[in-house]
């Protein structure tokens, strides 16, 4: 059976930034090598050891945020968290697939005259990977190499043992039980005026137990109504701060992301072993999205774009979020690899200040 290491076991630096700008459902997990000479470690216990190198090489030589899979496994059996679930990775090597692909990287390298032992124990850690990846990470069912996305030799000989790394449909023994999820009750919370309504609190104990930092009262106020917001804008779904039935729904079915580029009210308590955000030091963010048009004015612009004029990017810093704005905001979002969508939420808001300034390349290639 796979065995799980979190990144505080494998002894993980912490990433430089995280974007959770990840939609799984709509492709599911790409499979990588490690590249074209042999790699694995003969005795399970250099194998860490190998993770932590791979990390720093990502890190330090290419510049990225973090070591760029989402899992690795070793010819031992076990699981090596990387970015974790629910975060974007930079293996996949075109934006689209990085949208939409976990990555997972075997510890195994070599040509095709001279490749390491594809072992069980590495195809029944893929299998566990994937099925965990499915079961909490929310990814689709479809499994492909690396080079399905553009033209490489990886996953080199892993390609030949891809449907035995799929888990299937029938549920693994390792997958947690799906939560209920109560119907949606019908009633639209929002704010203001304060909605009270007993699925206010079920839907607040839910975001609670998600990680998001918010009182569980009944009484859909203002607070709930800046955690709805960045939580719709994390996941897609029509940012309008009214919990209606598709945020309902998301609430319990969307993936849960592991750490977040959220704050202010909306702050996700730090997940468990894998270190802090790299957050500390941006301001709250301000709780209102800015959009154009038409223009926002708020106080919470004036601060994001003299942030970003720091940063050297040319924007009035006037306090209305206008067509200057959105375009600045536009050309940010697609250096960092968030969605370029044009409006500040929590996660571009943080990245204007905890970011790199030479962020990762938003195709990033693959060893
Ligand atoms: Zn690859
Ligand atoms: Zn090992």
Known sequence: MATFVTRAQWGARDPKARSTDIDPARGGVAVHHTGATRFAASSHSGC????????NHHMDTNRWDDIAYTYLVCVHGSIYEGRGVGIRTA??????????????????????????AVTDALIDGFRTAIARLRSVGGAAADIRGHQAFLPTECPGRLG??????????SGDPGDPPSPDI????????????????SSARTWQQRMKDRGWSITVDGAYGEQSRRVCLAFQQEKGLTVDGVVGEKTWYAAWSAPVTTAAATGSGA???GAAGSGAPATAAAPDWPG?????PPRTVHPGVRVWQRRMRERGWDVPVGGAYDRRSR??????QEAQGLNPDGVVGPATWHAAWTSPESPESPADRTP
């Open 48 to 55: 860490a050891g190998q993770v932590r190198g791979i990390q």
């Open 91 to 116: 293996a996949n090597g075109t934006n689209d697939s990085n949208d939409r692909y976990y990555a997972v990287c075997g510890l195994v390298g070599g040509t095709s005259s001279s490749y390491d």
């Open 160 to 169: 030949n043992h891809m449907s035995a790394m799929d888990p299937g449909s």
């Open 182 to 197: 109560p119907p949606f009750p019908g009633v639209l919370l929002h704010y203001p005026p304060v909605t009270v309504h």
């Open 267 to 269: 702050a996700l308590s």
């Open 288 to 292: 209102v999205l800015f959009t154009w």
């Open 327 to 332: 375009e600045a905001c536009v050309a940010f």
